[in-house]
DNA sequence: CCGATCTGGTTTCATATCGAGACCACTTGC
DNA sequence: GCAAGTGGTCTCGATATGAAACCAGATCGG
């Protein structure tokens, strides 16, 4: 049987990561949700994702702890699905996506999206990874190291 | 023709990176480069990947310009693949996966690996979004404009 | 310097997954 | 009460994936 590899056994958080938020919708109905979309014809209307796979994507999600169903904010008998704490913990992926895509995705001239503080209205400031003294790192100031619980 | 639908043109940088990085393997690819993985059955040994997928990912992503080959730093006539400037751009996105993933996706006793500061060997401080004011935000602190051009 | 092995792939094949659209039950609006 | 909207499920053909066979050129051992 040809299944699809998981990684979630390799001991890399980055790894365990992508095993559930790594295919190629989660992360965009994850963005929609921070954007405030909660209904499922919502995500599939703004998305063009499937309707088969919208619903196989939104079940995962929720069995994962990531979203939770509400019943509707309108009154409606419907219900929505909405961020939990581990789902809003993604908010620093997404915007490391988007400043990575500002940065190297598009032609000087080309309109795209900005995100604003709304508190002033301007550009949030660039994400930063620091020591824990505060000093910036780049890439090849860090390594990896395995911690053994022996 | 059934194809895997593209949002490169969605105008979100969100959408646009994971576009070119969005899918199964980019990312482990990626990070393994980080950890100084640069050859071909490095990659392919250390991932579990199959061969065909590899080369696939390999010469997707140099087309990209997320990668990019060079002659094996052993002298040998065998060539590797490195990170350019704009596949290092991606390390924020790996931290803010291994964050996420170390806070949501592990049990308290499990071993997992840790990222620390080269220097000082200490575990890197956690990602902040702040505005440009030097403020800290959390998700719903900021909003996403549309920047139109004309 | 010659055969064995390693490296870095390509090709092929069976299966899993995806996208499109038909279909359906329940809810809401009129 | 009926039409339209919502939130799905099911089926089907197209595509992507994983495994394994295969292969050319580089390297190694002797």
Same mark, same amino acid.
């Given at each position: ?14 790894? /365990? !990561? ?9 992360? *965009? ?20 994702? !499937? ?6 994507? *939104? /079940?995962? *999600?929720?069995? /994962? ?6 019943? !509707?904010?309108?009154?409606?008998? &419907?219900?929505? &699905? ?7 913990? *993604? ?14 995705? &598009? ?18 400031? /660039? ?24």
């Amino acid at each position: 049987m040809v299944k699809r590899v998981s990684l979630w056994d390799a001991g890399c958080p980055v790894a /365990r !990561a992508l095993d559930v938020i790594g295919d190629w919708w989660s992360l *965009l109905i994850i963005r929609d949700a921070f954007d405030g979309v909660r209904r499922f014809n919502e995500f599939q209307s703004g998305l063009g994702i !499937a309707k088969g796979m919208l619903a196989t994507r *939104l /079940r995962d *999600l929720t069995a /994962r702890g990531i979203l939770e169903t509400a019943p !509707a904010s309108d009154g409606s008998a &419907y219900k929505e &699905y909405v961020l939990t704490e581990k789902g809003r913990g *993604l908010f620093l992926v997404i915007v490391a996506l988007r400043q990575w895509g500002e940065d190297h995705l &598009y032609g000087p001239d080309e309109p795209r999206s900005s995100l604003i503080a709304t508190e002033t209205g301007a550009p949030v400031a /660039r994400l930063e990874l620091r020591a824990g003294n505060g000093r910036v790192l780049t890439w090849d100031d860090t390594e990896v190291i395995k911690i053994s619980t022996i």
